[in-house]
């Protein structure tokens, strides 16, 4: 075998791990690029192509297709498919034509749904034909006659409704007078409410779809509407904006297909800093035994390498482990002690927001242990000794002088506690994080913070998109939207613990 | 017959105890089951400087932590013998230990301020004694800076981390911190051994002050310092007080040869 | 290049005290031995012999002070380990010490002319003897002038006032030859008058060597041994 020179050695060797690191950065700054490009694809508009297929020469199909490439990679891209489609086929291959259009409008619908078409005229019940450009008006009056509708729902149907339910309840006869006034006044205010329903739905817009095929769209149910292919930039960018603040603070629509996450991206950061809360004081806690108070004997060893090997126990386990201990025992007991007269609902004894946050800090004790008694090794001999020497007990010792100093080793683990369980999806899904949750977490009733409720989790919503939505292409785009929040939630909350941690550092460690 | 200059040298042998800071009667200590410090028998002087000299590991350091019980810190400590503060053996069951160690301060080789203010720093005794009133603490603050010679370089900025000071100034700062106790006492474990040479001088010049209200008991590797510093002198050797006089005579006139070939650097 | 000697500068306080107090010490010696020769003129020329006495009991005082100022030196040198000018000066006060201990010896020789009633005979002897001895006093005063100042222009000047003094000595020694060929009734007598004129020449020369060590403290380098002309003017550039 060749013997290298000395310096030959050095070349090799610096070589090797320069190109680990290259390697290393390469991966990940593709990681990052692949997350932010197929992310962000979700919030800028994509073009609208109308595609006509002509099987026989007489028969056409016309469909609009929207898509974030320009037309000629559109082009190729449907060709390609089509000849892998054709290619083995005895059929013909169909002859497609691509165009774009300019006049097509894209109907972003309340609930979520998106339909294309070419605008055709505004109807109103008094039917005057107003232009598009006079839509706005049409809107107002519209948003007018919600808001009466709105009203009567809920200041007087539903106020009726209790009523009646009430009178049901304490048996008022049938034909009570009482009765009977009130459920004329139910019916008048129904009827008034479907009159506003009738008058709403004759306010619509027709649309003409790729085929020529007139469809008409309610006023009250279009969210937005805008032309696609004659966008300018300043526009493109200001309805990115406007979907970026949508994706941000509103719920998912249409199975998670549309709308935003803010419940997920909520219920990822409480959970995360209610994490934080508990294992921070609890980690230190159990680290300051370990390394000031246990005797330095075996069993202070081993419970060391007990808690190193805690930290690769595989997530799932301590997911489980949260279902079977936190939730039906410990929830259990709980529901039957405090809460009995709601059984047999659970409050407690059912996955939720407290045992969410309490598996994942045990599952990232052992990091806050281990980085915090990094920490304690670190104070100097020096500082205890003068404490000791100007009369301070043990306890005050720890408490003023070696747990300040120690603050930056429990802020490191305090940092990769919060990166791992915000990332972490499997134990969550076990122990209350849900794929749609009907309230937050926090609202304005007592006791504000409802720990026992489900919660969403930008994890689990991406696992979720993943999983359901493989076919739709903008669903999946919107997965790696949630995976670029995600990845953006992290970097934040990562950025906020350093930023804690080197104020800390500054001010107790020396340079 | 004239006398052109002024000595004061207290006779060690008839000292009496209103002049005595520490009495060591019989001492020993082992540290790890080796026997550290072989009956010890001395009488520190009041209101004097003493200073312990003697090669590494010969027991002055531990003969100076037992004087305010830091030693017990270590594991596996044991000792025999009295050690005597007014009187009264500091080895009693029912000492407390947190309150001898008020009343004997120390300071240690490395300047180890507390990672907080200046001001913090001198009151963190005091705090923990419970004092807290505010106009108290600033009096007590001046004026153990001021005692500790470093008052005028950091009143301007009392409130900045006691981190940013050099290590002559955190070194006074230490001591300053120790003098806000009122210590009847105070150890110092080579204290200038991390610091420069002029800032050694200022320190030692420091204790120099110190000693007309506190007893002070330093040891030191420098020879040198021991002989500029020091009233008092004890040699030790493996674990054996082999000379304790006064520094005068002890470093012009040693009895012992084992003293006279330590301080002449004829020590194998 | 000359030094300014700066005593009281070290940040030890003590330091500076014991070095003040050595200065002073020597020059409390100095003004002593400065005494004992005023007092030996004045016995010599009233022939008061209880004077003499006193001169006499009064060395063993200087010799206590020299032992004293020795022990001192050596303290500091022990404990303080004193460098540069502050080595210098301790080196130049323990040479200075024995010098001044010497003049006091020589004083005591001449004082012994008056107990032992061993005066010259001849008036121009005495004469000539007081005259010296007045210089002597002069230059004596001038030297420890010079130490307390530590100024080393006068302790040139003074170091040339030696030669003067030289000059008489000799002029002295020839008229005490001639009056001894007058007049050798009592050999005895005319030596012990020789020896003590020939003491009076020493202290002049021990002057000087105090002198020398005055320079050698300011400018730091020695001056013994040197003719002190070349020496005056390489200083004084």
Not at chain 1, 148 to 153: E, K, P, S, T, V
Request: charged residues 20%; proline residues 4%; contains cysteine.
């Amino acid at each position: 075998m060749r013997k290298f020179s000395a310096p030959e050695q050095q070349t090799i060797s610096s070589f090797a791990s320069g190109l680990s690191a290259a390697i290393l950065l390469i991966v990940l700054m593709s990681l990052v690029l692949f997350i932010v490009l197929k992310g962000s694809a979700y919030f800028w508009p994509s073009q609208v192509f109308k595609v006509t297929t002509y099987d026989t020469p007489n028969s056409e199909v016309s469909v609009f297709v929207p898509s974030s490439v320009n037309i000629d990679e559109f082009n190729q891209a449907l060709s390609d498919k089509l000849d892998a489609q054709f290619s083995n086929s005895a059929l013909p291959m169909p002859l497609i034509v691509v165009e774009k259009v300019d006049a097509v409008y894209q109907i972003s619908l309340n609930l979520g749904a998106i339909q294309y078409g070419k605008f055709q005229q505004v109807n109103t019940p008094n039917s005057e034909r107003y232009q598009l450009a006079e839509l706005n008006d049409v809107v107002a009056d519209v948003a007018i006659f919600q808001n009466q509708l709105h009203d009567i729902q809920t200041n007087y149907l539903t106020v009726l409704h209790r009523k009646i339910a009430l009178l049901n309840q304490s048996g008022v006869g049938e034909e009570a007078p009482a009765r009977l006034k009130e459920l004329e006044q139910f019916t008048y205010w129904q009827q008034k409410a479907e009159a506003l329903r009738h008058k709403l739905a004759s306010y619509n817009l027709i649309f003409i779809d790729a085929a020529g095929q007139p469809f008409d769209v309610l006023v009250k149910d279009i969210d937005h509407l805008f032309q696609p292919n004659v966008m300018s930039l300043f526009d493109k960018i200001s309805y990115s904006g406007n979907k970026i603040i949508e994706f941000v603070s509103e719920s998912p629509k249409q199975a998670s297909t549309s709308g935003g996450v803010f419940p997920a991206l909520f219920g990822t950061v409480l959970m995360v800093l209610l994490m934080a809360v508990i294992v921070a004081p609890f980690g230190a806690m159990a680290a300051i035994y370990l390394h000031e108070y246990a005797p330095n004997n075996m069993t202070t060893s081993v419970i060391r390498i007990c808690v190193s090997n805690m930290a690769g126990v595989p997530s799932v386990v301590y997911g489980v482990f949260g279902l079977g201990f936190f939730v039906y025992t410990l929830g259990g007991s709980i529901d039957s002690l405090l809460f009995s007269d709601a059984l047999p609902s659970p409050t407690f004894g059912t996955p939720g927001l407290f045992w969410a946050a309490l598996t994942m800090a045990l599952l990232t004790l052992p990091v806050v242990i281990v980085s915090t008694e990094e920490g304690l090794r670190r104070v100097p001999e020096g500082l205890r000794a003068g404490s000791y020497a100007l009369g301070a007990t043990k306890a005050e010792t720890i408490w003023k002088t070696v747990l300040p100093f120690a603050s930056p080793g429990i802020m490191t683990g305090v940092i990769l506690a919060i990166a791992r369980a915000a990332g972490e999806v499997a134990p969550l899904i076990l122990v209350g994080a849900v794929k749609f949750a009907p309230s937050l977490p926090v609202d304005s009733e007592f006791p504000f913070l409802h720990l026992e409720r489900q919660f969403m989790h930008l994890g689990v919503f991406i696992y979720d998109g993943a999983f359901h939505n493989q076919t739709n292409t903008q669903g999946s785009s919107m997965m790696f939207a949630s995976c670029m929040l995600l990845l953006i939630i992290v970097f934040i909350l990562n950025l906020f613990a350093i930023i804690v941690r080197n104020k800390l550092r500054d001010r107790y460690v020396r340079i | 017959m004239l006398k052109l200059f002024e000595t004061e040298t207290l006779s060690l042998d008839k000292l009496t105890d209103e002049q005595t800071a520490i009495k060591v009667k019989d001492f020993s200590v082992w540290l790890n089951n080796s026997l550290v410090l072989n009956k010890i028998n001395m009488r520190i002087p009041k209101n004097k400087i003493t200073a312990m000299i003697g090669q590494s590991g010969c027991g002055k350091s531990t003969l100076l932590s037992s004087f305010n019980r830091m030693n017990e810190l270590n594991q596996k400590y044991a000792f025999s013998g009295e050690v005597e503060l007014d009187g009264r053996d500091i080895y009693n069951k029912k000492e407390n230990v947190a309150k001898l160690r008020t009343k004997v301060g120390m300071v240690f080789q490395r300047p180890n301020p507390f990672p907080m203010s200046i001001y913090e720093n001198v009151c963190f005794g005091l705090r923990i004694q419970g004092k807290t009133e505010r106009r108290m603490l600033d009096d007590i603050v001046e004026t153990s800076l001021r005692n500790a010679a470093l008052w005028d370089e950091v009143k301007g900025r009392l409130f900045d981390s006691a981190l940013l000071l050099s290590g002559g100034q955190q070194q006074r700062l230490v001591i300053a911190r120790a003098l806000a106790l009122k210590p009847e006492i105070l150890l110092l474990d080579e204290p200038t051994s991390a610091l420069d040479p002029l800032t050694t001088l200022h320190i030692e010049e420091l204790i120099n002050q110190l000693k007309k209200t506190t007893t002070v008991v330093i040891v030191t590797h420098n020879m040198q310092q021991a002989a500029r510093v020091s009233d008092y002198s004890v040699f030790l050797h493996q674990g054996e007080l082999i000379e304790y006089s006064d520094s005068d005579s002890l470093f012009t006139m040693p009895a012992k040869k084992q003293t006279e070939d330590y301080i002449t650097g004829r020590y194998g | 290049m000359k030094r300014h000697l700066e005593l009281n500068t070290h940040i030890s306080g003590k330091f500076n005290q014991e070095l003040e107090n050595l200065t002073n010490s020597v020059l409390t010696m100095g003004g002593e031995v400065e005494q004992q020769l005023i007092n030996t003129i004045t016995a010599i020329r009233e022939n008061n012999a209880s004077l003499a006495e006193r001169v006499l009991l009064n060395d063993l005082k200087i010799n206590s002070m020299e032992v004293q100022i020795d022990d001192e030196c050596m303290r500091i040198i022990a404990k303080r380990n004193p460098t540069a000018s502050d080595l210098r000066l301790i080196m130049t006060v323990s040479r200075a010490t024995t010098d001044i201990e010497r003049i006091g010896d020589e004083i005591c020789r001449i004082a012994k002319l008056v107990t032992k009633d061993k005066l010259p005979p001849s008036d121009i002897v005495l004469g000539g003897m007081l005259m010296i001895a007045e210089k002597v006093v002069f230059m004596m005063r001038g030297t420890f002038d010079a130490f307390a100042r530590q100024d080393e222009k006068s302790a040139v000047a003074v170091y040339e006032q030696d030669d003067a003094i030289d000059k008489k000595h000799k002029e002295l020694l020839k008229q005490t030859a001639n009056e001894m060929q007058n007049d050798h009734t009592d050999m005895q007598k005319w030596f012990d008058v020789l020896w003590a004129i020939r003491s009076l020449e020493r202290i002049g020369d021990r002057c000087k060597n105090l002198c020398e060590y005055i320079l050698f403290l300011t400018y730091g380098k020695d001056v013994r041994h040197s003719s002190m002309k070349k020496v005056v003017k390489k200083l004084m550039k």
